[in-house]
């Protein structure tokens, strides 16, 4: 059996794996895997081809931990929208008790929410920021006028 023939193999069971394990990782060594493939088809040495497979799968690894790292970390799963899709959303405040809680209707529920600290609880329209069990964190809703 040929070289390449062996390096598409590895590559090709390498991305079976990591479509049951969901390691990303493993599809950048079988991005090198088969990158070794191609060296071997164009008739580079067994030596060499080791060494592409190397720097290809090392060096996208490398470069993948440099792209997530200079991406800022992702807010707690309480706070972010991406999990929480109340995040964002707005609600009318039309009373609040002395210890800051208020009651709002929201999404055909009453629901219990708090303002974020520091805050000064006036009624209006806020902002959900954070999602705490079933408790609603809510900031004012900054609103833009235009100046004329």
């Not at 590559?11 to 990158?35: D, K, P, Q, S, W």
Request: glycine share 10%; hydrophobic share 50%; aromatic share 8%.
């Amino acid at each position: 059996m040929a070289d390449s023939t062996l390096w598409w193999l590895a590559a090709g069971g390498l991305v079976a794996f990591e479509l049951v394990t969901g390691t990303f990782y493993l599809l950048m060594i079988a991005f090198g895997l088969a990158a070794a493939a191609l060296a071997a088809q164009l008739g580079l040495a067994l030596s060499g081809q080791w060494v592409v497979a190397a720097l290809t799968g090392g060096g996208s690894i490398l470069i993948w931990r440099l792209v997530k790292k200079s991406q800022p970390p992702a807010a707690p799963a309480s706070a972010n929208q991406d999990v929480n899709l109340d995040i964002g959303e707005t609600v009318q405040v039309d009373t609040f008790n002395n210890d800051g809680t208020c009651n709002v209707f929201y999404r055909g529920a009453h629901w219990d929410a708090a303002i974020v600290a520091g805050v000064t609880a006036v009624p209006g329209c806020y902002t959900i920021v954070e999602v705490v069990g079933s408790r609603l964190i809510l900031k004012p809703t900054q609103i833009l006028t235009s100046g004329a």
